[in-house]
């Protein structure tokens, strides 16, 4: 399960972006979090899986790491 670092939430629009240890980035929507999109925050680590989508890189299952 690839993993990273929150790079951005944009809260009011509920989504955010993930930038992976390999440096790339990854898109995500707040139903995509396992948990609570409003817990998350900038800087955090979390795990994710990867999502097929026509835009780019989308990160489903989105786990704040321990």
Do not use: Y
Not at 23 to 33: I, K, L, M
Not at 51 to 58: F, V
């Amino acid at each position: 399960m690839p993993a990273g670092t929150i790079k951005r939430l944009v809260r009011d629009r509920g989504f955010g972006f993930i930038r992976d240890d390999g440096g790339q980035e990854w898109f995500f929507h707040r139903s995509s979090v396992a948990g609570s999109f409003d817990q998350l925050n900038e800087g955090q680590r979390v795990s994710f899986e990867e999502e097929p989508s026509a835009k780019g890189p989308r990160a489903g299952n989105v786990r704040a790491e321990a």
